[in-house]
Antibody, heavy 120, light 104 residues
Framework: EVQLLESGGGLVQPGGSLRLSCAAS????????MSWVRQAPGKGLEWVSY????????YYADSVRGRFTISRDNSRDTLDLQMNTLRAEDSAIYYC?????????????WGQGTLVTVSS | VLTQSPATLSLSPGERATLSCRAS??????LAWYQQKPGQFPRLLIY???NRATGVPTRFSGSGSGTDFTLTISSLEPADFAVYYC?????????FGGGTKVEI
């Protein structure tokens, strides 16, 4: 059974930093592309960032490019999101999501999410 | 940009639900639908515009190509009252529609 367990969320002041992590299990992590998707309270879904399985290919939403960095460690089956210069509009539940494959960019597995609140 | 309509659909169990997703440019058939219930993460329903994901009941069907897509729930069951999102994967950035809430 695929399991994605996010951690690292919390309350941070505007301009601050936070690092989210996702521990994956139940599948061959190195075979799949991964993304982060977020959802502000009471709002819709927003794709944030993507990393390919074995290569260093990454993509970012315009809203986070230059502030967020996605990375993965295939030896530890973990996915990270380093978030810098955080803004109030970054407040959301952040989901770690598994792509169906390296080239099919929709999501068949989601974590429970970790809540990030950016507020003074 | 993906635009979903209506924003809210008020129906009764047993009725047919028709949800629309319109893309600002062609996405071919690179479109997925998800269902999200309160307090839960989204669940994949449909991919490639018309293929049901594993375990999805046959009352859910998807259609369309290019810019106009439809998710149909043939006969609503109580468990189907939720928010539905479409998502394209034609190119980067991936985007979601704003969602349609199906309420009783």
């Amino acid at each position: 059974e695929v399991q994605l367990l996010e951690s690292g969320g919390g309350l941070v002041q505007p301009g601050g930093s936070l690092r989210l992590s996702c521990a994956a299990s139940g599948f061959r992590f190195s075979d799949y592309a991964m993304s982060w998707v977020r959802q502000a309270p009471g709002k819709g879904l927003e794709w944030v960032s993507y990393v390919l399985n074995g290569l260093r290919t990454t993509y970012y939403a315009d809203s986070v490019r230059g502030r967020f960095t996605i990375s993965r460690d295939n030896s530890r089956d973990t996915l990270d999101l380093q978030m810098n210069t955080l803004r109030a509009e970054d407040s959301a539940i952040y989901y770690c999501v598994k792509h169906v494959s390296s080239w099919q960019h929709f999501f068949d597995s989601w974590g429970q999410g970790t809540l990030v609140t950016v507020s003074s | 940009v993906l635009t979903q309509s209506p924003a809210t659909l008020s129906l009764s169990p047993g009725e047919r639900a028709t949800l629309s997703c319109r893309a600002s440019q062609s996405v071919n058939t690179f479109l997925a639908w998800y269902q999200q219930k309160p307090g839960q993460f989204p669940r994949l329903l449909i991919y490639d515009a018309s293929n049901r994901a594993t375990g999805v009941p046959t009352r859910f069907s998807g259609s369309g190509s290019g810019t106009d897509f439809t998710l149909t729930i043939s006969s609503l069951e109580p468990a189907d009252f939720a928010v539905y999102y479409c998502q394209h994967y034609y190119n980067w950035p991936l985007t979601f529609g704003g969602g349609t809430k199906v309420e009783i």
